[in-house]
């Protein structure tokens, strides 16, 4: 199985500055055509998870435009710029290139 | 309002065998691929199974494999998980949720606990 390594595991930020998470997985998740299947979901405390990102970069609807993500090949990351109250949560990243699909452990953020 | 119900959640003791079930409406679900995704207490997300939007495919994590068989009725808009020789390793919250290119949508989670 692909492993996806997340670091930090725990992230204190102090409202509006930035935070960064990265996910790390144990094989290339580029697919033959190209394509990479790296998604990002938050789960915000006592809700269930929604997704913010898939492929890589490409942001959900009606995700706020702070959140990026970036990366390729096995390195992928995470930013949240001018992080609020309402992004305290877990962070989760997934790859669905290979089966089984796998997610990180998280990154719990926490405000300062 | 795009929507997923899960139901069918419960207290089992190990070796039985629960069915969820996991009513979609609001969006095309003839169009998504299906997916169990389970968080045990205070533990983190896992994949569980897909089925394909046709319904001819589907894939499982290992640990449930040969145990739990995923299935959906695109007429009735449902994604079914049989679930048998459930183990205590098997308790968590269980989501139905749908990824698409277009979006993704979760339930709200359905609850199996397997204890004797």
């Known amino acids: 199985d692909v492993v996806m390594t997340q670091s930090p595991l725990s992230l204190p930020v102090t409202l509006g500055q930035s935070a960064s998470i990265s996910c790390r997985s144990s094989?290339?998740?580029?697919?033959?055509?190209?394509?990479?299947?790296l998604n990002w979901f938050q789960q915000r405390p006592g809700q269930s998870p929604r997704r913010l990102i898939h492929?890589?970069?490409n942001r959900d609807s009606g995700v706020p435009d702070r959140f990026s993500g970036s990366g390729s090949g096995t390195d992928f990351t995470l930013k949240i710029s001018r992080v609020e109250a309402e992004d305290v949560g877990v962070y989760y990243c997934?790859?669905?290139?290979?089966?089984?699909?796998?997610f990180g452990q998280g990154t719990k953020l926490e405000i300062k | 309002e795009v929507q997923l119900v899960e139901s069918g959640g419960g207290l089992v003791q190990p070796g039985e065998s629960l069915r969820l079930s996991c009513a979609a409406s609001?969006?095309?679900?003839?169009?998504?691929?299906m997916n169990w995704v389970r968080q045990a207490p205070g533990r983190g997300l896992e994949w569980v199974a897909n089925?394909?939007?046709?319904?001819?495919?589907?894939r499982y994590v290992d640990s449930v494999r040969g145990r739990f068989t995923i299935s959906r009725d695109n007429t009735e808009n449902s994604l079914l998980l049989q679930m048998n020789s459930l183990r205590a390793e098997d308790t968590a919250v269980y989501y139905c949720?749908?990824?698409?290119?277009?979006?993704?949508?979760w339930g709200k989670g359905t609850t199996v606990i397997v204890s004797s």
């Open positions: 492929g890589v970069s």
């Open positions: 094989q290339s998740l580029v697919y033959s055509n190209g394509d990479t299947a």
């Open positions: 609001g969006f095309f679900f003839n169009t998504y691929w």
């Open positions: 949720a749908a990824f698409g290119v277009e979006g993704n949508v």
């Open positions: 997934m790859q669905h290139t290979h089966w089984p699909h796998t």
């Open positions: 089925i394909n939007p046709d319904g001819n495919a589907e």
